[in-house]
Each structure stands twice: as C-alpha cells, then as structure tokens.
C-alpha cells in the first residue's frame, strides 16, 4: 500500500473519479472543493492524502488548517475521513494518520486535531476528547486533539 499526496499525484482525476464513488455525503463536498479548485480556500493551507493499493482507493484524509470547527487556535485538522467499504476493520485510516503526525512533526506542530460524530473510533489512534461543539453546519461535534512529540 502507499501514501499518495493527491496535490502531487500524476493522476489526479483519476482520484478524483475514485473519491466521487465513495458512498458519503461529505466526499461529495470534498469532491466539490476540488473541482472547483476552492479545497485551499474552504480549508486554508493543508493537503489530501490518499492509502492505496495499486489503482485501488482504500482510505483519504485532509490534513488542513481548517475543517469543521470554526476556531482558530485549533489548527491543524485531520478531516474528510473515510475508508472504502471492503477495506473497513483494518485500521487504513490510521496509516494516514500516522501521517498525519509525521508531517506535524516535521513542521514542530505540537497537536493535531480531528472532530466527529464517532465515540471510541480516534482514541485507538491516541486522540483525547476535548469537548464538544457546534460545528461549521449546526451539528455537535466531538473535538479531540493529539499531542505530537
């Protein structure tokens, strides 16, 4: 399996196409941001980065300075993530993540943060609960954080 940067893939609607099939609602806005070329604008500074295997899609992320939860001392977010149904149950996701960590690591970011619906899903990859909040769409999100050492 391997890690691809979507902004520095040499197939980039190729991608586009896999993530547009996916079966959630929000891939459908994040498809949206990057056909319209706004994903920079909706979520400031930050990437999309997809698992792999071969051609097959298993899992994307955000990691960006922006997601849900409109507050700027909380930055940045693991966002936008899901895994392809068949591929559920093997922790994908947290290939990503841990990904996640190595590039706030490089870059001296003390946390990262990702906000959600789900209980017990993040802290098996060492997310804390924070608290909860009304989110960007008038939800209630549960806001972790994860320390970066």
């Known amino acids: ?31 949206r941001f990057i056909e319209e070329k706004t ?3 909706n979520l400031g500074e930050g990437t999309l980065l997809l698992l792999a295997d071969s051609d097959k899609l298993v899992s994307f992320l955000t990691f960006a300075e922006k997601d849900c939860i409109d507050d ?3 930055s940045p977010w693991v966002g936008f993530v899901y895994t392809v149904p068949e591929y559920r149950g093997h922790r994908y996701a947290g290939r990503l993540i841990s990904r996640c960590g190595e590039i706030a690591a490089e870059k001296e970011i003390p946390k990262i943060y990702v906000c959600t619906d789900h209980v017990g899903l993040y ?8 608290e ?7 939800g209630n999100s549960r806001v972790y954080f994860k320390p970066i050492s």
């Open 72 to 74: 700027e001392r909380l």
């Open 123 to 130: 802290e098996k990859y060492g997310f804390s609960y924070i």
């Open 132 to 138: 909860s909040r009304i989110d960007i769409y008038g």
């Open 39 to 41: 994903f920079h604008d």
């Open 1 to 31: 399996m391997e890690i691809i940067d979507y902004f520095k893939s040499n197939k980039p609607g190729y991608w586009l196409s896999e993530i547009k099939k996916s079966d959630w609602q929000a891939a459908e806005t994040l498809a």
